[in-house]
C-alpha cells in the first residue's frame, strides 16, 4: 500500500487535472506518521533523482525539523544532496519562522546562525504570510525546473504549524492553489489529527486524493498513555500501527486499504495485514460474552412461531375479527351483544365452561411486542 | 551522583544531548524532584567541567534551588560563579511595567538572553548544554494566556536543541488542562518531547511509604530501542528512593 502511494506521487499528475494530493495523519497513541512521512519524502526523492518520475524536483516546506535534519536523512538513503542541488530544494520554516532571530540580530543582541544546509536552504521568515509562503513555494520550484512543461513535487512536514500561524480558510487556500499549480507534480503533507478539531482535519481530507492515517492496532480509550494496564500495549503503539490508506478515484470511487506499519532497527517496514493481527481479531472475538442460549432463530424456529394461533384472535374458524375501535358507543355494543349472550347462556350451561369473550382494542401493542408492558409502571 | 537508580537507567546512562524531556505532574503528586535530580545530572555527569545549564525559573527563587541542590550535594553558587550555571529568574527579571510594552510578555527577549548566552560560551562548553525550564504552565501565565506563543518560544527554544545539540528539560502540569476539550498545548508538548516522565499518585490511593508512581517513555533515536518504564518512589529529606512495585518488604 505505501508502495501505491508512492507510486501514485511518482506517477503526478493528469493533463489538465489537479496534482495527485497526500495526507498522512496520526494521532498521539501512534505518533509514527513522521515516519511515514520520511519514508514517503525518501522514496519519491529516490524517483527523482534516478529521474524515475513524473516531476524532476522537489520543494519541501520544513516547519518542524531543521533542513539539517532532512539533508542527514536523504543521506542516510544514499541520496547525496550537495552533489544533486539541481533537483531539491528547502524552505526553511523551521529556524526563524517569526523572525525573532532576526530582529535580535537587529538589537545585536544574537549573531546570525549559520548551518550546513544552506546551500540547498532558503529561509522563511515570516509564515504568518501564507500568500508569501505560495509565491516562495512555487518560486523555489520553478528555479529548478525553470518556465515550461516540466513539473516538480511539494512536501509540507507539518500542516499543524502552518495552522498555528494562519487560519484554516488561508491554509486550505495554500494547499489547494498548489494543487491547481500546473507545474505541480504531486504534494503531500503530514498533520497530527488530534492536534486540530475534527473539521479541520476534515477539510484537509477533502483536499487530498489520498489519506494515509495511522492507528494503533489495539485501540485504547484512555488517554493517558501513563496508564499501568496499558503499559504494554503503549510500547507497542510505539513501534507498530495500521496503516490505513483511502484514495478516492478519478471516477468517484473510493477504495481503502491497509497494512501493518513497523518500526525497527532497520527502519520502517510495511507488511500486509500479519497473522498476529489476525490473532489479536480472534482475542476481540473470543472477547464477545459466551452465552447458553440462541441470540437468533433458525429458520424452523421462526416457521412453527408463525403457525402459533394467539389465543385471543380467533383466527380461521369463520367468525370475523372483532376489534373495538373506541368507536362505538356503549349502547350499541350492549345491544349487539345483548341476543349473542342470551342466545349462548344456554350453551354455556350445558357445557358448564367458562369463556373468556376478548375484542382486542385498537390501541393495543401488536400481540406479539418484545416490549415490557410495565415498563412504565411507576412503583 | 546518584548511579543506578532506577530512574537514571529509565533516563539513560548518556547525557540528553539533543533530547526533549517532558515531566508531566499533578496536584496530588509534584515531579519537582525529578527536576532537581536532572539538573543535578546534568551538572555533575562526565566531563563535569563543560556541562552547562542554563535555567529559566517561573515558578521558584534561586534560593529555593540553591538549598534543594545544596542538600542533593551540589553548589549552585560555585556553579554560577563558575559559568556553568546560568539562572534567569524571569518573575524578577520581567517585572509587570516592562512587559506591559511588549505584546509577547516579554518571551521574545527571554529567549534572546538564552541564545546570547549559549552563543558566547566557549566552544568546549556548547556539547552538553542542558536548558531547563521550571514551569510551562506559569509561562502561559506570563505570555497572558496564549498558548500559540508558548509554543513559538518552545519552537524557538528547539531550534537551539537541533543546532547546539543540547537537550531542552521542561515542566508541566497535566490536570490544569483535563477540562479543555482539545488538550492542545499538552499534547503538541508531547510530540514535541523525546523522554516523557510522569508522576502519578498510586491507582490503590494514599500510602504512607510509597509517594507515587514515576512512567517514563523515553522513544530511543532509534526507534526500536523505545523503553517505557514504570516505577515507584519514595521522596525523602536528602534523597528519592525508587523500586519496582512489590519489591520493597
Excluded at chain 1, 482535519?201 to 494496564?229: D, K, Q, W
Excluded at chain 2, 532537581?36 to 567541567?49: D, N, V
Excluded at chain 2, 550555571?85 to 506591559?100: A, N
Aim: glycine share 6%; hydrophobic share 35%; proline share 3%.
Amino acid at each position: 500500500m505505501a508502495e501505491w502511494v508512492c507510486r501514485a506521487l511518482r506517477d503526478g499528475a493528469l493533463e489538465g487535472e489537479h496534482a495527485p494530493a497526500l495526507t498522512i495523519k496520526d494521532s498521539i497513541a501512534t505518533p509514527l506518521g513522521f515516519d511515514a512521512f520520511c519514508h514517503v519524502l525518501s522514496q519519491l526523492s529516490t524517483n527523482i533523482s534516478a529521474e524515475k518520475s513524473q516531476s524532476r524536483a522537489l520543494v519541501l516546506v520544513a516547519f518542524s525539523r531543521s533542513p539539517s535534519y532532512y539533508v542527514d536523512l536523504l543521506k542516510r538513503r544514499g541520496l547525496d544532496i550537495s552533489s544533486s542541488q539541481q533537483w531539491i530544494r528547502i524552505l526553511d520554516c523551521y529556524t526563524d519562522p517569526l523572525g525573532w532571530r532576526e530582529r535580535l540580530m537587529e538589537c545585536g543582541s544574537a549573531k546570525n546562525l549559520s548551518y550546513e544546509a544552506s546551500n540547498v536552504a532558503s529561509t522563511c521568515r515570516n509564515v504568518k504570510d501564507v500568500d508569501k509562503l505560495f509565491s516562495s513555494v512555487i518560486s523555489l520550484g520553478k528555479g529548478l525546473v525553470g518556465q515550461g512543461k516540466v513539473r516538480f513535487s511539494v512536501a509540507i512536514d507539518s500542516v499543524n504549524e502552518m495552522l498555528r500561524h494562519a487560519s484554516l480558510s488561508s491554509v486550505a487556500g495554500l494547499l489547494s492553489n498548489l494543487r491547481c499549480c500546473d507545474q505541480i507534480s504531486s504534494i503531500f503533507w503530514f498533520l497530527h489529527a488530534d492536534l486540530c478539531e475534527e473539521k479541520v482535519t476534515a477539510v484537509i481530507e477533502y483536499m487530498s486524493s489520498m489519506v494515509a492515517s495511522i492507528e494503533p492496532l489495539i485501540p485504547f480509550a484512555n488517554r493517558h498513555r501513563g496508564n499501568s494496564e496499558n503499559l504494554s500495549l503503549v510500547e507497542r503503539n510505539f513501534t507498530k500501527g495500521k496503516f490505513h490508506v483511502r484514495c478516492k478515484r478519478r471516477n468517484g470511487r473510493v477504495r481503502v486499504m491497509f497494512e501493518e506499519i513497523h518500526i525497527g532497527q532497520s527502519g520502517i517496514d510495511f507488511t500486509s495485514p500479519s497473522s498476529e493481527d489476525g490473532l489479536v481479531n480472534q482475542v476481540n472475538q473470543g472477547l464477545l460474552p459466551k452465552v447458553q442460549f440462541n441470540l437468533q432463530l433458525s429458520e424452523k424456529e421462526r416457521n412453527d412461531r408463525a403457525k402459533v394461533v394467539l389465543p385471543f384472535e380467533h383466527q380461521g374458524n369463520g367468525k370475523p375479527v372483532e376489534i373495538y375501535d373506541g368507536r362505538k358507543s356503549l349502547l350499541d355494543s350492549k345491544n349487539e351483544a345483548a341476543p349473542v349472550s342470551t342466545g349462548n347462556s344456554k350453551i354455556n350451561d350445558d357445557s358448564s365452561k367458562g369463556e373468556i369473550i376478548y375484542f382486542r382494542d385498537s390501541d393495543d401493542e401488536m400481540p406479539d411486542s418484545d416490549e415490557d408492558p410495565d415498563d412504565d409502571l411507576d412503583i | 551522583m546518584e548511579q543506578g537508580t532506577l530512574l537514571d537507567e529509565a533516563l539513560g546512562s548518556l547525557h540528553l544531548s539533543g533530547r526533549v524531556v517532558l515531566l508531566e505532574d499533578c496536584v496530588e503528586t509534584s515531579a519537582a524532584f525529578v527536576l532537581h535530580h536532572i539538573l543535578k545530572r546534568s551538572l555533575s555527569q562526565p566531563p563535569h567541567s563543560s556541562n552547562v545549564v542554563v535555567f529559566v525559573a517561573f515558578a521558584h527563587p534561586f534560593s529555593h534551588y540553591d538549598r534543594i541542590l545544596r542538600r542533593l550535594g551540589c553548589n549552585l553558587v560555585v556553579q554560577k560563579d563558575n559559568n556553568r550555571f546560568f539562572f534567569f529568574d524571569v518573575l524578577v527579571d520581567c517585572p509587570d511595567g516592562e512587559e506591559g510594552k511588549n505584546s509577547d510578555g516579554g518571551l521574545v527577549a527571554l529567549y534572546g538572553k538564552i541564545q546570547k548566552t549559549i552563543s558566547a560560551l566557549p566552544q568546549e562548553n556548547k556539547n552538553c548544554i542542558t536548558v531547563m525550564i521550571d514551569d510551562i504552565s506559569l509561562m502561559e501565565v506570563a505570555a497572558k494566556g496564549s498558548t500559540n506563543l508558548v509554543l513559538d518560544f518552545l519552537h524557538y527554544c528547539h531550534t537551539l536543541v537541533s543546532e547546539f545539540g543540547c537537550s531542552l528539560v521542561m515542566l508541566n502540569h497535566d490536570d490544569i488542562y483535563s477540562d479543555t476539550v482539545r488538550p492542545s498545548l499538552i499534547l503538541q508538548m508531547e510530540y514535541l518531547a523525546d523522554i516523557l516522565i510522569r508522576a502519578e499518585p498510586l491507582a490503590t490511593g494514599l500510602a504512607s511509604d510509597v509517594h507515587g508512581q514515576l512512567t517514563v517513555l523515553n522513544s530511543g533515536k532509534e526507534r526500536s530501542r523505545n523503553k517505557l518504564s514504570n516505577f515507584q518512589f519514595k521522596v525523602k529529606e536528602n534523597s528519592v528512593e525508587y523500586f519496582y512495585p512489590g519489591s520493597r518488604t
